[in-house]
C-alpha cells in the first residue's frame, strides 16, 4: 500500500506535537530488555540500541543508527513487562536518510525481514523531525497488552541508506505475572506392596 509522505493516511492516525508532560512520559526506554534487543541490518554492531534512552537526550547527534545494506531497519523490541503503547517517536536528518514509512508489529519475537511480509498491526507514513517533536499516536487498544515490540523501517526519502537518531517509546508498564508450576505425581497403577492389609485369622469356637 503506497503512503504519501506529508499527512498520514486515516486507518494510520496523524503525528502531533508532544505535549506539555515532555520526557515524563517517554520512559519505556528504561523497561526494555537490552541484553535481547536487536537491530537487523544495522552497519555498526550493537548502534540500534543507542537510539533508545532518555527524551532529554534525544538531541546527542553522536548517537545513531544507519543502515547498512539498503535502507531497511527492523528493531525488535523485547520489553521487561507488559507495555500498553501509546506512542512513538522518530528522529532522523533532514535529508533522504530519515525514514519515511514505520510498521509496527506486536508479540513476534524474532521477527526476520521475511516476516515483514505479514500485515502489520498499525502503519504510520512518517514526516522528517529532526528535533524529536512530533509524536504518532499509536491504536491503544491493539497494543494495550505488548511483550514484545518490532519496528519495521521498509523505506526512506530516496538515500540509499536509513539514519535514525532517536526512537521514542511512550506508555505504560507493568510487571509480568509469573505463574508458579505445580508438579503432580499420579499413581499410573496400583502397587500391592503400597497397600498391604494384615492377614485376619478366622477364628472358630467350639462349644462343648
Known amino acids: 500500500m503506497a503512503h504519501g509522505h506529508g499527512r498520514c493516511c486515516c486507518c494510520c492516525g496523524e503525528a502531533a506535537a508532544v505535549g506539555g508532560d515532555g520526557g515524563a512520559a ?7 530488555d ?33 543502515s547498512d545494506d539498503d535502507e531497511e531497519l527492523l528493531f525488535n523490541i523485547p520489553f521487561t513487562g507488559n507495555v500498553k503503547l ?21 508479540n ?7 516476516d515483514t511480509a505479514r500485515e502489520p498491526d498499525q502503519t504510520f507514513s512518517l514526516n522528517r523531525d529532526l528535533t524529536g517533536e512530533l ?3 499509536t491504536k491503544i487498544a491493539r497494543f494495550s497488552s505488548v511483550s514484545h515490540l518490532s519496528i519495521h523501517f521498509p523505506k526512506n526519502f530516496g538515500a540509499e541508506t536509513t539514519k535514525i537518531f532517536y526512537i521514542g517509546l511512550k506508555g505504560e508498564w507493568t ?26 485369622t478366622p477364628q472358630t469356637h467350639f462349644i462343648s
Open 34 to 66: 537490552r541484553q535481547r534487543l536487536q537491530c537487523l541490518n544495522e552497519r555498526r554492531e550493537g548502534s540500534g540500541a543507542l537510539v533508545f534512552r532518555a527524551w532529554e537526550e534525544r538531541g546527542d547527534r553522536t548517537q545513531f543508527v544507519e
Open 108 to 114: 513476534i519475537p524474532h521477527m526476520s525481514f521475511d
Open 175 to 200: 510487571e509480568a505475572h509469573r505463574h508458579e508450576v505445580t508438579i503432580c505425581n499420579y499413581e499410573a497403577s496400583a502397587n500391592p506392596a503400597d497397600h498391604k492389609l494384615e492377614q485376619i
Open 135 to 137: 509524536e504518532y499516536p
Open 26 to 32: 517517554w520512559g519505556l526506554y528504561l523497561r526494555i
Open 86 to 106: 501509546k506512542g512513538v517517536i522518530v528522529m532522523g536528518e533532514d535529508d533522504g536518510t530519515h525514514p519515511a514509512e514505520m510498521r509496527l508489529f506486536k
